[in-house]
């Protein structure tokens, strides 16, 4: 029988969750269907995600930022269509393929345009973390030092060494240990950066210039003195733009709000149009000739699919699209309205503590309300379970107003809000009503926004779902 996609997926739509519990995460399923995010969507465009009934949801979440452009964009489309017309060759390996020197180029000749022409050598993988996993042994080879500096609450990714210089120690348990000579320090303290740099033992200071996690940045000149020091020490300075490249924070990368250099950059997410994983690594041309310095070094670092036709055709899509409709300027202006926007629910809404926004990467921090009945729900709710309390916002925000977004992180009270950069006014007032009202929900204690932390307590009490055969030793 011919393989025919369209008839299996119209006959089998529906079935999604249960063949990821029988077949893929069914911990992640059980939580989905907990907190009702086991919606069946069948279509997509742009802003927006549509159910089997034709019903819209605003997507404030982008695939965790991959879909700045809106998703099934018709210039994307057209180039993977393209080059699987054209039949060439592809991942021949021992060959110099044109599409990759394509998107090396295009990538080059904008981060000229945005102030940094030292970054002038690509090497293109697969995603974020095997970026950054690339750019750490760029930087070890091109120093001959053996440490390597991240921040506390950073996210780098989850493969091995990506994970050894992430500052978030949920995401650490039971993959201990990791690689020795990767220490963390805090954001904002240039006296514990140069206690470590002064060592001259660090090949790389790593990090996120807006971290994902909270969607918190430094306040002042932090980065340029941290960035001066690393040049004092004789240390590297990596910029991970896996998240915030690419007009996310309202300029092309993040690194120009700061007038930063960075001797390294990594690139993934937007880059594929959530269509083919494609991620780069950027960094000077000496450094990279650190790598690949002798002939029987010339593969030293290598990816299989790492160039493949497709992906290198999303990527040159991404940068142009992204150009022709002026994404990471509208990224600033609708960042600017969304900001006032909340700043406004701020005043109206003792419960939020903090809004973050740097373009269309946004952060809503809440805190311990004073008034007495909205502060026994909150004492209560913490008291069960201190990740619990945003979880009563997102999933209303879905299952009452289908809008999707995020809890920001593990044990913390933060939502966070990822817009594709395609959004306009009429996308951020309809997430802003949904939030007051959301909001005005937690104001009724006891309540039904309260009630439904109680029940996802006692769900989440169960533990995951047992395996149905056991684990082979």
Not at 139 to 156: C, I, V
Not at 209 to 219: E, I
Not at 425 to 445: H, N, Q, S, T, Y
């Amino acid at each position: 029988m011919p393989l025919d996609l369209k008839d299996i997926v119209a006959a089998r739509m529906g079935e999604n969750y249960n063949l990821h519990d029988q077949y893929m995460n069914r911990t992640l399923v059980k939580v989905q269907r907990m907190i009702g995010f086991d919606k069946v969507y069948a279509r997509a465009e742009g802003c927006y995600l549509y159910d089997q009934e034709g019903n819209d949801y605003l997507d404030f979440l982008s695939g965790f930022g991959v879909y700045n452009m809106g998703r099934n964009h018709p210039v994307a489309q057209k180039a993977i269509r393209d080059v699987l017309e054209m039949n060439l060759p592809n991942m021949v390996q021992m060959d110099s393929a044109l599409m990759s020197g394509l998107l090396s180029e295009a990538l080059v000749k904008r981060l000229a345009k945005q102030g940094a022409p030292h970054l002038d050598s690509v090497f293109l993988c697969n995603s974020g973390t095997e970026s950054v996993e690339g750019a750490l042994k760029f930087a070890k080879a091109a120093t001959g030092r053996p440490r390597l500096l991240s921040l506390n609450n950073s996210y780098h990714g989850l493969t091995h060494g990506a994970l050894s210089v992430t500052g978030n120690p949920f995401f650490h348990e039971g993959f201990a240990p990791f690689l020795p000579g990767c220490d963390k320090i805090d954001l904002g303290d240039l006296s514990q950066l140069e206690h470590e740099l002064k060592k001259a033992d660090v090949a790389a200071f790593i990090l996120e210039l807006v971290q994902g996690k909270g969607v918190k940045f430094a306040k002042g000149d932090y980065y340029l003195k941290a960035q001066e020091l690393c040049r004092k020490y004789g240390t590297l300075f990596i910029c991970d733009e896996v998240q915030t490249g690419l007009g996310r924070t309202g300029k092309w990368f993040a690194f120009e709000h700061w007038g930063l250099e960075p001797d390294i950059l990594t690139l993934s997410k937007a880059l594929s149009c959530g269509y083919v994983p494609v991620g780069a690594i950027i960094t000077r041309r000496s450094i990279y000739q650190k790598t690949f310095s002798r002939l029987d070094r010339c593969i030293v670092h290598s990816t299989t699919f790492g160039r493949n036709n497709l992906a290198c055709a999303a990527g040159l899509a991404a940068l142009t699209i992204l150009e022709d409709e002026k994404l990471p300027e509208n990224a600033a202006i609708q960042g600017g309205y969304l900001e006032k926007r909340l700043l406004e629910l701020q005043q109206k809404h003792e419960v939020i503590k903090e809004v973050r926004v740097k373009g269309l990467m946004g952060a809503i921090e809440f805190g311990e309300p004073s008034s007495m009945m909205m502060k026994m729900g909150w004492k209560a709710v913490h008291a069960m379970d201190p990740s619990l309390f945003p979880q009563l916002i997102v999933t209303p925000m879905l299952s009452h107003h289908r809008i999707l977004t995020q809890v920001a992180a593990n044990k913390c009270d933060i939502v966070k809000i990822l817009p594709p950069l395609i959004c306009g006014p009429k996308e951020i007032d309809r997430f802003i009503a949904a939030l007051d009202d959301v909001l005005a929900g937690l104001k009724k204690f006891p309540g039904p926004v309260w009630e439904m932390g109680s029940n996802f307590f006692k769900t989440m009490k169960t533990g995951a779902p047992k395996e149905s055969e056991p684990v082979p030793v």
